[in-house]
């Protein structure tokens, strides 16, 4: 069967303001993009709304683009055209791939740098495939970096999120003990459903207690957080000296804070992880090669994303606002019309 033709106009979702209000996105017709050398052009089959995406529509990301601009930071599609001749080689195929500069991935066609693109296995559906790069790299760089620093145990928080069960998976397998903090009871049974051997409820009253506890039991000293705010503090409390906290998401969208006796007396630290920042530290070193083999053989398999819904990109606005809550029950997908 041969390609559908590509039309002269699209459609795509526009940020008007960093103020994070869903009625800031419209979507607008805009000319296709024709792809540059060493470019190609896809067309869009799903990309997912994650909280990278709702800290951008806030202004809160680590990068802004000029105003109006088309959030969206990964998707899935099939190449339909190319700027050059390896590019060419890739029209037809389904592929997922990773964006940050210029207009993202809502929209009807993106043009993407080849080398952003990974071919999707036949077993990877496209929804699936839209959300292969930004938590299956970023749980695979965190697990690597416990390995590497030859932890004997480590703490996630946020653990019933997508990417913190890619991260139980993760640890499941390579043996490491890992203790998951959650928020609410629903996410202790859901997390020991698939496995986990050790979670804490933040909202009970013996949180610290039962944490200080596990932590020095299994010891753990390295914790991944996605929530900072008091938790930051509570985490660095609970490790026995020399423990570090990682901190990689603000879903609390609050400060820390920390008593300077953790760092003098106990060796204590904190440090943040962005994937971006690994990624173009060194693209082609041993930690980024392993994670490029790594994560395509293992996804869509070991590790997969929970889907709650998808909507056409026209529905963006109801999209982002019902994306930034429950956002436990999966991710909300954007499609085309
Ligand atoms: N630094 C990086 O390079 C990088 C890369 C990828 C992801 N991340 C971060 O990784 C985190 C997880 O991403 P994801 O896509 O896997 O998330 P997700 O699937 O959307 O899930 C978010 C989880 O966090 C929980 N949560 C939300 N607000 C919370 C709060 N204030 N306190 C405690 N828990 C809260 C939610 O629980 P409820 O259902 O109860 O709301 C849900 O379980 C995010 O912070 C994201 O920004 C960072």
Not at 142 to 167: E, I, P, Y
Not at 206 to 233: C, I, K, N
């Amino acid at each position: 069967m041969g390609q559908p033709s590509i039309p002269e106009i699209m459609r795509a979702v526009v940020l008007s303001a960093y103020d994070g209000r869903p009625d800031s996105l419209r979507v607008e017709e805009r000319p296709v993009p024709e792809p540059g050398p060493g470019e190609v052009l896809v067309r869009l089959a799903a990309a997912p709304i994650n909280p990278a995406d709702l800290m951008f529509m806030r202004g809160q990301y680590g990068l802004k683009k000029a105003l109006p601009a088309v959030p969206g930071f990964e998707a899935s599609g099939t190449v339909v055209a190319a700027g050059g001749i390896a590019g060419r080689l890739m029209v037809g195929r389904r592929v997922a791939f990773g964006t940050a500069q210029g207009d993202g991935t809502w929209s009807e066609y993106i043009r993407v740098p080849l080398g952003h693109c990974l071919p999707l296995r036949a077993h990877v559906s496209d929804e699936q495939g839209a959300t292969l790069f930004v938590n299956p790299f970023t749980a695979w760089a965190l697990m690597d970096m416990a390995r590497q620093g030859k932890h004997r145990a480590v703490a996630q928080t946020a653990a019933a999120s997508a990417l913190g069960r890619m991260l139980l998976k993760l640890a499941v397998r390579e043996r490491i003990p890992l203790v998951n903090v959650v928020r609410r009871k629903e996410q202790v049974e859901l997390l020991e459903g698939l496995g986990a051997e050790h979670v804490v409820d933040s909202s009970e009253p013996d949180f610290e207690e039962r944490l200080h506890e596990l932590f020095h039991r299994l010891g753990v000293t390295l914790a991944f957080d996605a929530v900072s705010g008091p938790l930051t503090a509570q985490l660095l409390r609970a490790m026995p000296a020399g423990g570090c906290v990682t901190v990689y998401g603000s879903l609390s969208g609050q400060e820390s804070s920390i008593h300077p006796s953790a760092f003098i007396f106990e060796r204590k630290r904190v440090e943040g992880f962005w994937l971006a920042d690994w990624f173009l530290q060194d693209r082609f070193g041993p930690k980024q090669i392993r994670a490029l083999m790594g994560v395509p053989a293992l996804f869509g398999r070991e590790m997969e994303t929970p889907v709650r819904t998808r909507l056409e990109l026209s529905k963006a606005r109801e999209a982002v606002t019902l994306a930034a809550g429950e956002m436990t029950s999966g991710k909300v997908l954007l499609v085309p019309g």
